[in-house]
């Protein structure tokens, strides 16, 4: 009995843990679903732009949920942070790019943010 246990207990971690990854690889494809435009003036990307009005918005910015890893704009200092488990981590400030692609110094300021950046 004790072996059985075991194992079952072994592939419910080992299932626990592959689903895990699979959300985290989820949540990487899907954070940017543009192509191309990578050099200024940054036109001729495909893909479409991020839909602001469909992200929830937070005391600071807005939030695109995940399966694992949530990211946070920050529209006051136009910093982008990853959180999952209840932790946080600044990653990255809004690419030239980005504000170019998806505009979202203009998204903040149109859901009433004050913009810094």
């Known amino acids: 009995m004790k072996i059985v246990l075991l194992k079952v207990m072994a592939l419910f ?14 949540d990487i494809r899907s954070f940017d679903e543009t192509r191309g435009g990578y050099e200024p003036p940054y036109t001729g990307f ?5 839909d602001w009005s469909r992200l929830d918005r937070g005391p600071h910015g807005f939030v695109k949920r995940g399966h694992v890893i949530d990211v946070l704009v920050h529209c006051g200092t136009g ?3 990853l959180s999952a488990f209840g932790w ?25 943010y004050t913009t810094r950046f």
């Open 13 to 26: 971690g080992a299932f626990m843990l592959m689903a895990l990854v699979a959300g985290v690889v989820a």
């Open 46 to 50: 495909t893909g479409e732009p991020l």
């Open 88 to 112: 946080e981590w600044s990653w990255r400030q809004v690419s030239p790019r980005a504000l170019a692609v998806h505009q979202p110094r203009e998204a903040c300021r149109q859901a009433g």
């Open 79 to 81: 910093m982008i942070s």
